[in-house]
Nanobody, 120 residues
Framework: QVQLVESGGGLVQAGGSLRLSCAAS????????MAWYRQAPGKQRERVAT???????AYADSVKGRFSISRDNAKNTVYLQMNSLKPEDTAVYYC??????????????WGQGTQVTVSA
């Protein structure tokens, strides 16, 4: 089993910054892609940012230039630096990861989510 534990959410004023962290633990031989998704009330979950095992990144158009995803492979941790936050960034943010298990294949997992609220 694999656990993804997020931290760093909270309440911030518009224009402020937050840094989310997601640490993976459990039984796996390698972590491949990692990503952050978010889901606002009444809306579908959307992908915010993705990072591959070699550090290639991709972002949703709505966060380009404001958010930055990074990872520390030694710590099995992915980060999301969020700057210039807007009220429309308010959502529950979820960490997602694809891991490999030796002789067993690839599996994907979700974190429990962390609330980010941006006040106007």
């Amino acid at each position: 089993q694999v656990q993804l534990v997020e931290s760093g959410g909270g309440l911030v004023q518009a224009g402020g910054s937050l840094r989310l962290s997601c640490a993976a633990s459990g039984s796996f031989s390698r972590i491949n892609a990692m990503a952050w998704y978010r889901q606002a009330p009444g809306k579908q979950r959307e992908r915010v940012a993705t990072i591959t095992s070699i550090g290639n990144t991709a972002y949703a158009d709505s966060v380009k230039g404001r958010f930055s995803i990074s990872r520390d492979n030694a710590k099995n941790t992915v980060y999301l630096q969020m700057n210039s936050l807007k009220p429309e960034d308010t959502a529950v943010y979820y960490c997602w990861s694809v891991v490999e298990r030796t002789f067993s294949g690839q599996y994907d997992y979700w974190g429990q989510g962390t609330q980010v609220t941006v006040s106007a």
